[in-house]
């Protein structure tokens, strides 16, 4: 696997985040502000990792280790997911993108209320997923990959009764532990 990782510095964070993102990103801060306020601190003020796969692009506030890291588990469960699934998982033009946020007081400003490990945003281009890595990890990623989970299942077409569908999203984020 071909990671491309980039450290985005505290002065040129926001125009390649923009750059990258486009009006996914504009219209995910209108919705951040417009829910929860303006923010206290500066996520920008620390520096950001990129590691971009095949199917994800991380962005991190974490070390750069644990981003590759990160980057590697999300592949390495989206692979088993489809081993899983009776139906090909569906190939995305654009990776999904995951923000995994480091500090408790950066997350507290993003996340769409209290106590939420972690969330996920289907969207037309492409999908988010936050974390809050300032939780355990296997709490926040379970709770990711059971959502990831539902919307693979979705994306695939496949029509399952929604206990097997349950079921399955239950299973899948107990093996990416």
Request: hydrophobic share 40%.
């Amino acid at each position: 696997m071909d990671d491309e990782v980039r450290v985005l510095r505290k002065d040129d964070g926001i125009s390649h985040l923009t750059r990258w993102h486009g009006s996914m990103l504009c219209a995910l801060a209108v919705l951040m502000i417009l829910v929860i306020g303006a923010c206290r601190t500066s996520v920008t003020a620390k520096p950001w990792h990129q590691v971009t796969t095949r199917n994800f692009r991380v962005l991190s506030t974490l070390d750069r280790n644990r981003t590759v890291k990160l980057s590697r588990e999300l592949e390495g469960f989206r692979a088993a997911v489809g081993q899983t699934l009776p139906v090909p998982l569906p190939e995305r033009a654009f990776p999904a993108q995951v923000y995994m946020f480091e500090d408790e007081g950066d997350w507290e400003a993003f996340a769409p209320q209290k106590n939420v490990a972690g969330y996920f945003l289907p969207g037309w281009r492409s999908w988010i997923i936050a974390i809050n890595g300032s939780m355990a990890e296997e709490h926040s990623r379970r709770i990711v990959y059971h959502e990831y989970v539902h919307e693979l299942i979705n994306q695939s077409g496949a029509a399952y009764p929604d206990w097997y569908e349950e079921g399955l999203a239950g299973i899948s984020h107990q093996a990416g532990n």
